[in-house]
């Protein structure tokens, strides 16, 4: 079965700051990952995806996540943080195979990491 | 454009008492999705719908129905609320692989309706 894992359910960071949120999968054959972020009282929003190629992924806000196949590995990165940077944080995985008419892109998400960005 | 939208955003029932959410999508996607957001749990799938008129159980279906009569709606009933289903549901919708190709299943979501049942 596939599953997802954030260890960390808070991150905090000084601005200026690298920052990064781990997220580790298990699925079998290869996965396709991703990363949303949810800012408070709102929804998810997509930020980035692994489907394949560059193991090094870019993204929305200036994050990027690298994927490591050896580690079953897939955490997000920013060099530099922002306070507006904080929000909740979840990785999510999906079966790769192409869905068929009564199948759907079910997603796997993780519990969540809360990243804080201090002045 | 106003994407997905959720009606209530806020909800306070007795144990007991029954209520609909309602998931509207105006992007054309054939596939809709109900979650459920709990501290410390992530998302969870209730049910979905990979068209109009389907609907399939999702990780946590219990206690929970649904219905697709139009494409751009999906409702999410609760027929006798229990505090168990204290949460946040949010609903989300996607293309398919045969409306978008080469799509890979990024999902769009509502805000969230907020359900309270005490």
């Known amino acids: 079965a596939q599953s997802v894992a954030q260890p960390e359910d808070q991150v905090n960071v000084a601005e200026g700051n690298p920052l990064t949120v781990k997220c580790t999968y298990s699925?079998?054959?290869?996965?396709?990952l991703f990363w949303y972020v949810q800012y408070p009282n709102r929804g998810l929003q997509f930020l980035l995806k692994y489907i394949t190629g560059d193991n090094l992924v870019k993204g929305s806000y200036g994050f990027e996540a690298e994927f490591n196949k050896s580690q079953t590995s897939f955490h997000l990165k920013k060099p530099s943080a922002l306070v507006s940077d904080s929000a909740l944080y979840f990785c999510a995985v999906r079966d790769p195979w192409v869905p068929t008419r009564d199948s759907s892109y079910k997603l796997i998400f993780g519990s969540g990491t809360r990243l804080l960005v201090r002045p | 454009n106003a994407g997905v939208t959720q009606t209530p955003k806020f909800r306070v029932l007795k144990t007991g008492q029954s209520m609909t959410l309602l998931c509207a999508q105006d992007m054309n996607h054939e596939y809709m999705y109900w979650y459920r957001q709990d501290p410390g749990m992530g998302l969870r799938l209730i049910h979905y719908s990979v068209g109009e008129g389907t609907t399939a159980k999702g990780e946590v279906p219990d206690g929970y129905n649904v219905s697709r009569l139009k494409k751009q709606n999906f409702l999410l009933g609760l027929e006798s609320a229990a505090p168990s289903q204290t949460s946040v549901y949010f609903c989300?919708?996607?293309?398919?692989?045969?409306?978008?190709?080469?799509?890979?299943?990024?999902?769009?979501f509502g805000e969230g309706s907020r359900l309270t049942v005490l």
């Open positions: 699925v079998s054959g290869n996965p396709y």
């Open positions: 989300a919708s996607s293309y398919s692989s045969q409306s978008l190709r080469g799509y890979t299943g990024e999902l769009f």
